[in-house]
């Protein structure tokens, strides 16, 4: 009887254990699903409950893997973590943290314990990370970006090669593709090649709603719709204006930070030179318009059709991520496929394009 007592206490120690990190776990899995809805709070209150979020779910990773180092869970952990850490990064421009993220998902593909399809994982979300990396280091180093690019290519490249059956080589050729938008010809060829390897509908689809957004480029744009303000907004009737068109969702927390930023820039533009105008794919409509009202944003026009990713605007012009940013020219012609990084400095270039109306 002693010695089966002895030999139960660890087995009782082991499964109590093994329901602590199950509950861990459990955590993990509700700080997936997102801080919520924001509050009516100022606009950098929104931001900071956002990126707190996301140091919450950054924290409890962490402890996950400090507590549970031999959990099967670990690398996923490790992956989600690098992932989170890199959201961080890029909200608040910490090149250290983004490093660190690239840092730890290498560490996971060299992990010979993890099987191949997590070291995919891991090799995947690192290019994605890097891919990150090299646009915000363009917009701070000049003649950065343009040989950074080429290494992300080649490195979807060979992804295909390392991992053949693995179906997200194509989605990695269309991400490498997003650092061309400025090379137009080059963009279209590397999504092409992705377009040879796309097996999924999903990754086809995306190949082509990013085609769809390349063939808006430089032509005269046709957006209207209907505002949460009770009006009409059309891009015909905004012709001498430079025309800032975003698409967002209330439940992203990285498009509403991005909104608020631009809130603050767009403070000193021009009102009646700039318009500002946006797309919201939140499902419910109060969502959207009590984000805006927490962002002090009230004259924006904006879109809600509820419809999520199947809105009608999103839909014609090949929206598949968020935030995205078209800019227009004067004339309404579309300038930028996604102005996210250099908003502010591509209005600026228009309007000296633009001359004033008398």
Request: glycine share 6%; aromatic share 6%; proline share 4%.
């Amino acid at each position: 009887m002693k010695l089966s007592a002895l030999v139960l206490v660890p087995l009782l120690a082991a499964s109590a254990l093994a329901q602590t990190a199950d509950e861990a776990w459990s955590n993990i899995e509700l700080l997936r699903k997102g801080p919520g809805m924001p509050t009516a709070d100022a606009p950098e209150q929104v931001v900071a409950k956002a990126r707190a979020h996301l140091t919450k779910q950054e924290k409890a990773l962490e402890a996950f893997l400090a507590k549970y180092p031999a959990d099967p869970r670990r690398h996923e952990a490790a992956i989600e973590l690098a992932g989170v850490t890199a959201t961080l990064a890029a909200s608040l421009s910490d090149r250290n943290r983004m490093d660190k993220a690239i840092r730890d998902l290498a560490a996971v593909e060299r992990d010979k314990d993890a099987p191949s399809k997590t070291r995919a994982d891991a090799a995947f979300q690192r290019i994605t990370t890097t891919m990150q990396t090299v646009v915000a280091a363009g917009q701070s180093r000049a003649g950065e970006l343009s040989g950074a690019r080429n290494l992300i290519h080649d490195a979807a490249g060979n992804f295909a090669t390392r991992y053949p059956e693995d179906k997200r080589a194509a989605r990695l050729l269309a991400e490498a593709a997003t650092l061309f938008d400025d090379l137009p010809d080059r963009k279209r060829k590397i999504l092409e090649q992705a377009s040879l390897l796309a097996r999924d509908e999903g990754t086809k689809q995306r190949i082509a709603d990013d085609l769809t957004r390349l063939g808006l480029l430089g032509k005269t744009g046709d957006v209207s719709f209907d505002t949460v303000q009770g009006e009409n907004f059309s891009l015909a009737q905004q012709r001498g204006k430079v025309v800032v068109l975003v698409f967002w969702a209330g439940w992203s927390p990285p498009s509403v930070a991005w909104l608020s930023g631009l809130a603050d820039e767009a403070r000193g533009w021009p009102e009646n030179r700039v318009t500002i105008a946006t797309v919201s794919l939140d499902e419910k409509r109060e969502n959207c318009t009590d984000t805006l009202r927490a962002l002090g944003i009230n004259n924006w026009p904006t879109a809600c059709s509820g419809k999520v990713w199947e809105d009608p605007v999103a839909r014609s012009l090949g929206i598949n991520a968020m935030p995205t940013v078209f800019v227009y020219d004067a004339e309404g012609k579309l300038r930028s496929l996604n102005a996210r990084e250099n908003c502010g400095a591509l209005v600026r270039k228009l309007l000296l394009e633009t001359v004033p109306r008398r």
